[in-house]
C-alpha cells in the first residue's frame, strides 16, 4: 500500500477482513511511503479496510493484495494447508503420484486436482467441430488458464488462443472461430 499525507501526522490501522494486520503511526511524509503486510493467511473473500485513527485526512495511492499461498514447511514448493487437506500430513513427496493418474502431487497442487483421486485429472475434455472448434476441459475459478494451438506438432510452435483466463468451477468452454483446416490444442493452468 502507498500513501500520502501532507505536513503533520496521520494514523490509520490497516484490516484484513476483522483482522488487524497493522498500524502506521507516524505517516508525516511529503513523498509516497510503502507499507507491506506480509504473512497474512487468510481463506476466502479478502476485504481490505483502512482506518484513519488520528483526526487528519490522507490518501492511499495504490492498494493492492498478492496471492497468499500459506506456510511450505518442508519446501517442497507445495503450501502445508494443501497437504494436510489430501494426505493428513507432510511426507509426500512433490513428484509423488498417489492416485496413479500419471500427475505427480505438484502438478496436482498448481492444476487443483484432488491427487488421491485417479478420476481428477487436467484434461481437455472434448475438442467440438461443429461450424468452428470448441476446447472443453474442467476448471476451477482459483486458477487460470491458456489455450494454445498448433497446425502442426513439428517444429513445435505453438500459438496462444486465450491467456489469463479464470476457470468456472465447472467446464470451460473456449471457442476457436480461426478459420482454420487443421489445428491441434493444448491447454495450461498457472496459479493466479
Not at 487528519?56 to 492498494?63: K, P, S
Not at 502438478?107 to 491427487?115: C, G, H, K, L, S
Not at 496462444?160 to 493452468?189: C, E, F, K, P
Amino acid at each position: 500500500m502507498k500513501y500520502f499525507s501532507s505536513a503533520g501526522t496521520r494514523s490509520f490501522d490497516i484490516y484484513v477482513n476483522t483482522n488487524l494486520v497493522g498500524t502506521v503511526s507516524d505517516a508525516n511524509n511529503t513523498n509516497a511511503e510503502t507499507y507491506a503486510a506480509n504473512g497474512v493467511n487468510i481463506a476466502g473473500d479478502v476485504v481490505i479496510r483502512i482506518v484513519g485513527t488520528g483526526g487528519r485526512e490522507f490518501v492511499i495511492d495504490t492498494l493492492s493484495w498478492t496471492r497468499y499461498a500459506g506456510a511450505d514447511s518442508n519446501s517442497n514448493g507445495i503450501p502445508d494447508v494443501w497437504e494436510l487437506q489430501y494426505f493428513g500430513n507432510l511426507t509426500n513427496t512433490p513428484t509423488g503420484d498417489n492416485d496413479g493418474d500419471l500427475a505427480d502431487n505438484y502438478d496436482e497442487y498448481i492444476a487443483d486436482t484432488d491427487p488421491m483421486n485417479p478420476a481428477s485429472v487436467f484434461e481437455i475434455e472434448a475438442i467440438w467441430q461443429g461450424t468452428v472448434p470448441i476446447v472443453q476441459f474442467l476448471s476451477t475459478n482459483s486458477r487460470q488458464y491458456a489455450v494454445m494451438y498448433t497446425p502442426s506438432l513439428l517444429p513445435d510452435a505453438w500459438t496462444n488462443l486465450v491467456t489469463g483466463m479464470t476457470g468456472s468451477n465447472g467446464v470451460a468452454d473456449v471457442v476457436d472461430t480461426n478459420d482454420a483446416v487443421q489445428r491441434m490444442y493444448r491447454v495450461r493452468v498457472n496459479l493466479p
